[in-house]
């Protein structure tokens, strides 16, 4: 077969390499979704860790399904503190403001300093402290 | 994306697989021939065991994972084919084995789940061990250990009625055994080897005791080194344990202490050990010796550099000038025929396998699926991160096989197996 030919189907094999890897790409973005946006409103949306022995300064975005926070490892914010139970406590999104709940802890959780028994909200800076670990809500 | 786009894509790779025997045959001046259809048919159905088993028990695996397999399974028994026609006309034997070995898996898995795995661990450490120690075997029995390129990592099994020696390399399962015990092992522990609990300086380090494993899987991979001679699989090995650890764990300090071992290992083994030394010397600078050890990476770079932007064209390179060019050089072979472009594609099919494997391991709720699916990926990406780097002399060079890609019944096996647990873990995480 001539040269020219030959390279002319080594450019078409190239470019049908790179339509396959394309179109597996565009399968994976596909499957893994681009999911809705998450907007950011105002505020009151963040969780930073102000002390606590780990994680300093950590800031968790909140998402409205809500978090676990604990110190198992299954938790959805994990806090190495020997003062929090497994699963702590649980911070959820309602209409823009942020509600936490008292997972039945052992040493309680607290919202600006005062232990919570029922579903306490917190808005834009307040203080929740669970076991030695405190964060602010931003 | 639902498994009838998975067999689109499965027919295209194999369509691109008989394609690319075509072209070299073309350019050999030759015409069709046999080995056009039977690579079809081998492709097809190795991947259709696989595909129709995903298909019958678990309808939910993640359907990228076989097409990205595929397309490198294309590329590289095109390669093979391209350098021994009678390599490739194995390599598709092993292929279809590795298929059906893959779908065997997943028919095995089907009512028990990859949890049964979990039960089994020490079975599957001591397995492993086994298998690695096999090659040490003395040359005199019928099971006896064999020694390529000066490291001893194969086997071979003399049957009375054959005429060739059946070969294989069991560590290439080691691996993927050591994996499912590390992943086990690791989901029962990884909540106390996380938890912090001494400071040192700096440095906060957990209890002693959980360093056991870490400090095992050096001695491991140093004992590999020592024995066999194989500087890639105690590397592999030992990046393997330190990835599910940092996996597990979500630790930076093991990552650390692991790169630390690594370098200090890395100086004693060049101290030591004078192949290790040879590897280095050729890997900063292959030209110095290029006649002796240097050779082989001289001959892959200008493999490389002749091929440049889009390659030689199929068959029309010379990559059977570099040695072991089917096997541990296959991504230079590549490099020479179809360019830096083609380079890219086959390492953009790496990266999609991690992204996929990565991705189902976070998704994995469980955590021995979780830590058994990115043992997977560790396994897979570094072990093609490894030989990549090494031919493009990022890395010093290691003699290990590109997954999927290389010639090599044990790897394709690997590469099957590792592609059969991922798809059934993918499938247990939906239901």
């Known amino acids: 077969m001539p040269a020219l030919a030959l390279n002319a189907l080594k450019i078409l094999y190239l470019i049908l390499i790179f339509l396959f890897l394309w179109q597996v790409a565009m399968a994976i973005r596909s499957h893994i979704g681009t999911g809705p946006s998450v907007k950011r409103s105002k505020g009151g949306h963040e969780l930073v860790v102000l002390r606590g022995d780990a994680r300093k300064g950590t800031t968790v975005r909140l998402r409205p399904s809500g978090h676990t926070i604990g110190r198992s490892p299954e938790a959805d914010v994990v806090i190495d503190d020997p003062y929090a139970s497994e699963f702590h406590a649980r911070v959820e999104t309602h209409d823009g403001g942020t509600m936490v709940h008292d997972l039945g802890s052992t040493n309680g959780t607290y919202v600006n300093g005062r232990r919570i028994t029922v579903p306490t909200p917190a808005g834009k800076g307040d203080t929740v402290q669970i076991g030695k670990t405190i964060l602010e809500v931003r | ?431």
């Open chain 2, 1 to 431: 994306m639902t498994r009838n786009t998975e067999a689109v894509f499965l027919l295209a790779g194999t369509v691109l697989a008989s394609v690319g025997v075509a072209m070299v045959q073309f350019a050999g001046g030759g015409w069709l021939n046999a080995d056009v259809a039977l690579t079809f048919v081998s492709f097809a159905v190795a991947f259709g065991a696989l595909h129709t088993s995903f298909r019958v028990w678990a309808p939910g695996a993640n359907p990228l994972i076989l097409p990205i397999a595929i397309f490198l399974a294309a590329i590289g028994s095109i390669e093979v084919f391209r350098l021994d026609p009678e390599l490739a006309a194995l390599q598709r034997w092993w292929l279809v084995l590795a298929g059906v070995a893959g779908a065997s898996v997943v028919w095995l898995l089907r009512s028990s789940g990859v949890a049964v795995l979990r039960r089994y661990r020490y079975l599957f450490l001591a397995a492993a061990m086994v298998l690695l120690l096999l090659p040490l075997l003395p040359d005199t029995w019928p099971i006896h250990g064999a020694t390529v390129n000066g490291s001893r990592l194969w086997v071979r099994v003399d049957l009375p009625f054959a005429v060739r020696a059946l070969s294989f390399q069991p560590g290439e399962v080691a691996k993927v055994f050591l994996t499912v015990f590390l992943a086990s092992y690791l989901a029962d522990r990884s909540e106390a080897m996380s938890t912090v609990s001494r400071k040192v300086g700096p440095f906060k380090i957990p209890e002693p005791r959980h360093l056991g494993p870490v400090i095992v899987a050096a001695g491991v991979a140093f004992v590999v080194l020592i024995y066999q001679r194989d500087l890639g699989a105690s590397l592999l090995l030992f990046g393997l344990f330190i990835g599910m650890l940092y996996a597990a764990t979500g630790r930076t300090f093991y990552l650390g202490t692991g790169i630390a071992l690594t370098a200090v290992a890395g100086i004693a083994a060049s101290t030591m050990f004078s192949h290790v030394r040879v590897r280095i010397s050729a890997w900063i600078n292959p030209f110095a010796d290029y006649t002796g050890a240097g050779y082989q990476t001289a001959q892959g770079l200008f493999a490389m550099g002749s091929g440049s932007l889009t390659g030689s064209g199929l068959g029309l390179g010379r990559p059977d000038l570099i040695p072991a060019a089917a096997t541990d050089f296959i991504f230079a072979a590549v490099g020479e025929e179809l360019g830096l472009t083609g380079s890219i594609a086959v390492i953009t099919g790496y990266a999609f396998l991690v992204a996929v494997g990565f991705g189902i391991a976070l998704r994995s709720r469980d955590r021995f699926r979780k830590y058994l699916a990115a043992g997977l990926t560790i396994l897979l990406g570094l072990q093609s991160f490894l030989i990549i780097a090494g031919i493009v002399r990022l890395f010093p060079l290691t003699g290990i096989t590109l997954p999927f890609m290389s010639y090599g019944g044990s790897s394709l096996l690997a590469s099957a197996l590792i592609a059969a647990l991922l798809g059934r873990i993918s499938h247990e995480e939906r239901t």
